[in-house]
Every structure is written in C-alpha cells, then in structure tokens.
C-alpha cells in the first residue's frame, strides 16, 4: 500500500472533521511504527518496518485516532495522549474496518490461539472473577459475625485478614450486585463502582457483548454538546496565531544572536 491508498482507507473508515495528510517516511524504526503531529496534522508511517499490509494499516488507525481525538478536542491534545477517550477511538475504528473488510482480525484465525483464548477465559478469568465474588460473600457474613461479638469490621480486616478495605468493600459489591464472573476480576472491580443499577447493567452487557473496557467507560460518560464548527476553527486559529507568534519571536531571538556571532 502507498500512502495515498492508507489515507483512502482511513477516509473509508469516518471521515474526519479537519483535513490529514499520511506521510511514509520510508525509514525503519526501532521505537516507534509511527506518530501523528498534532500541529501539522500529519500522520507519520515508518513503512519500512511493516512486511504486512495488515500491521501497517494498524499501526495507521491508530495514529488516525489520534487525530481524530485532536478534532474533538479543537485541534489540539494534552501531552498524556493514550487517554481512555483515545482507545475508545481506536477500538471504534478498529470495528468499523473489520465490518468493511479494511482490517483483519487475525485473533480468531488461529485454532491455537482460540483454544488458548477459551483456557484463558474460562480457567482464569472466570474462576478469578468467582473467587472473588465468593470473597465478597464470607467477607460479608465475616462482617455480621463481627457486628453480633462487638468488633470493629474495618479492624478485623486490617489486622487479621490484613487486607485493603477497598479491596474487600468491591468484593462484597461484586457479590450484592451478582456481577457475572464471565467479565473477569478487574471488569467486575469497574461495575462495582457504578452506582446506578441500569448503567451498571448496561456496562456489564456491553463488556459480555464484546466492547473493550474503555470504549465502556468513555460510553458512561455525558456526552458534550457539539461544538459549533466556527467556535472549533476560531479556537485552532487562536492557537496558530500563539505558535506563529512564538516562533516569530524565537526567530527574531536566533537572527540576533547570527548577527552577535558574525561579528
């Protein structure tokens, strides 16, 4: 693939709110596939480390997400860049490539890799997610005993059972929820934090449908109203004029200091 043809993918994919460009850099990296910069807008494949089609066309959704995440924000990004919001972009864009037929999922191609898959899912994280649910049940009846000999619960689990109490308060809400174990231990800690019971429902399907955990977070969050396109291009144009303006100035600073050398 050319870059042209990745850019016509990409464009396949969601069209984007602000103008691209995709830029082979015909180099090989030992750090990075690629980046995206944000101020030029450009999106940077080193092309020479991919032998597949596949992985570079990864490598190029991703940083796609970055700049698509730049547009939502007016153009710009925070210098932590992978934010939940980001994968949740990735992970959209992934799904949409895979339905047209512009990305492989390679996971379920393997038999291998999916008898591993079924071992991993159901020896380890369901049995780990019911462990400590189950945690969460002794854990409460361990709390009512306490209660009924007038000990401290809190006490109890931090000198006896010497445990964090955060821990074993979302063991217990895993267990009063009756969270499916089927999500695994971490998912399980995530929906115990949710207090609403239709959101935690609705968090909890989603993962068991498929969705990552980030693409279920962001989704939980209230959405911000669209942002109206003349206050988005007012806000990028103030931010060019600050960077035109600073580098004026450092240009004026470099231009005196030449004249300084010379003479």
């Not at 992985?55 to 190029?60: D, E, P």
């Not at 898959?117 to 049940?137: A, D, R």
């Not at 669209?226 to 004029?241: A, G, H, I, V, W």
């Amino acid at each position: 693939m050319n870059q042209d043809q990745v850019k016509t993918a990409l464009l396949s994919i969601e069209e984007a709110p602000l103008e691209f460009a995709v830029v082979f850099s015909g180099k090989k990296s030992k750090k990075v596939n690629g980046l995206y910069k944000t101020e030029t807008r450009e999106i940077i494949i080193h092309n020479r480390n991919f032998s597949d089609d596949n992985l570079l066309l990864y490598t190029a959704i991703h940083e796609y997400a970055h700049h698509l995440h730049a547009c939502s924000r007016g153009g710009t990004l925070s210098s932590r860049a992978h934010t939940a919001e980001f994968w949740a972009i990735l992970h959209g864009l992934l799904e949409k490539a895979e339905a047209k037929n512009i990305y492989k999922n390679v996971f379920d191609r393997s038999p291998e890799l999916t008898e591993l898959t079924g071992i991993i899912q159901k020896k380890y994280l369901y049995e780990n997610g019911s462990l400590v649910k189950e945690l969460g049940k002794q854990l409460l009846r361990a709390s009512d005993l306490c209660t009924a000999i007038g000990g401290r619960f809190e006490d109890y689990l931090d000198r006896v059972l010497r445990i964090p109490r955060v821990a074993a308060q979302m063991s217990m809400k895993m267990y009063q929820y009756d969270l499916d174990p089927a999500v695994g231990s971490d998912n399980m800690r995530f929906l115990a934090g949710i207090k609403n019971d239709e959101h935690r429902t609705a968090a909890e399907s989603a993962l068991k449908a498929g969705k990552s955990p980030d693409t279920v977070k962001v989704g939980l969050r209230p959405q911000p109203p669209e942002q109206d396109p003349r206050e988005r291009l007012e806000k990028e144009k103030t931010r060019l004029e600050r960077t035109i303006a600073s580098l004026s100035k450092r240009l004026k600073e470099v231009e005196t200091e030449l004249d300084a050398v010379h003479e």
